[in-house]
């Protein structure tokens, strides 16, 4: 079992940037991949990004390529996403989540993430 602790949200005007953290404990971090999933209010979960275990292959959803950037440091078991040019929309809680059975897709179903964190509030004022 895995557990994820996240940090770094926080209330920022639109155009701003924050960066996400995750905190892994429990498993062997270097060999699982990690996501992140937003959910914002009446809205169901949906799909930010990927990371593969080594860090080498990442996966974005449109809404957010080109704006985000989600990196690992296994070294101190932590996932990063890095968020930049912020949009009201973009207004959500923050999930972190662990995939340890199989590094394959589909990649964007929260159904294959086993393990998840609380959430870190990102609130994007225009």
């Known amino acids: 079992q895995v557990q994820l602790v996240e940090s770094g949200g926080g209330l920022v005007q639109a155009g701003g940037s924050l960066r996400l953290s995750c905190a892994a404990s429990?498993?062997?971090?270097?060999?699982?991949?990690m996501g992140w999933f937003r959910q914002a209010p009446g809205k169901e979960r949906e799909f930010v990004s990927r990371i593969s275990a080594a860090g080498r292959t990442t996966y974005y959803a449109d809404s957010v390529k080109g704006r985000f950037t989600i990196s690992r440091d296994n070294a101190k078991n932590t996932v990063y996403l890095q968020v930049n040019s912020l949009k009201p929309e973009d207004t959500a809680v923050y999930y972190c989540?662990?995939?340890?059975?199989?590094?394959?897709?589909?990649?964007?179903?929260?159904?294959?993430?086993?393990?998840w964190g609380q959430g870190t509030q990102v609130t994007v004022s225009s």
């Open positions: 989540a662990a995939d340890t059975i199989i590094d394959g897709p589909p990649y964007d179903n929260a159904d294959k993430y086993d393990s």
């Open positions: 429990g498993r062997t971090f270097s060999s699982y991949a």
